[in-house]
C-alpha cells in the first residue's frame, strides 16, 4: 500500500522588510517577508514542492501581500540584512555598508 498525499505546507521566514500600515488591522509595524511551498508527501514525507508563494505579512493580524518572484528576491536581500543585524551576526558598521552597497546597486 502507497500512501501519498499533497497539501503540506513549508513556510521560511526571512524576516522583517520595513514598516507599513496595514490597512486590514490599522497598526503600523514592521511587515515581514515569507515563502510558504506547498509539498506532495508520500508515505508522509515531504518529496517535492509544487506550489509556492511569496507574501510580505502583518505580524499583527497576519493579513498578507502576494509578490511576484522578482519584488520577493528584492525585498529577501533586505530581510536578510534586517535578520542578520537584529540576530547580532553582523555589526551596526557592515549593516549601513550592506545597506549603501543596495542603494548603490539600484542606480
Not at 502507497?2 to 490599522?26: A, E, L, R, T
Not at 515563502?35 to 493580524?61: A, G, M, N, Q, R
Amino acid at each position: 500500500m502507497i500512501i501519498f498525499g499533497w497539501g503540506h505546507q513549508k513556510s521560511k521566514n526571512y524576516g522583517p522588510v520595513f514598516k507599513h500600515h496595514c490597512d486590514h488591522c490599522n497598526n503600523d509595524d514592521y511587515w515581514t517577508l515569507h515563502k510558504i511551498s506547498t509539498w506532495f508527501t508520500l508515505f508522509f514525507i515531504p518529496v517535492f514542492p509544487y506550489e509556492s508563494k511569496c507574501l510580505l505579512i502583518c505580524p499583527v493580524c497576519n493579513y498578507g501581500v502576494e509578490l511576484d518572484g522578482q519584488k520577493f528576491n528584492e525585498l529577501k536581500v533586505i530581510a536578510e540584512n534586517n535578520s542578520a543585524l537584529i540576530e547580532g551576526r553582523i555589526t551596526e558598521e557592515e549593516y549601513k555598508n550592506r545597506v549603501n552597497q543596495l542603494e548603490s546597486g539600484k542606480k
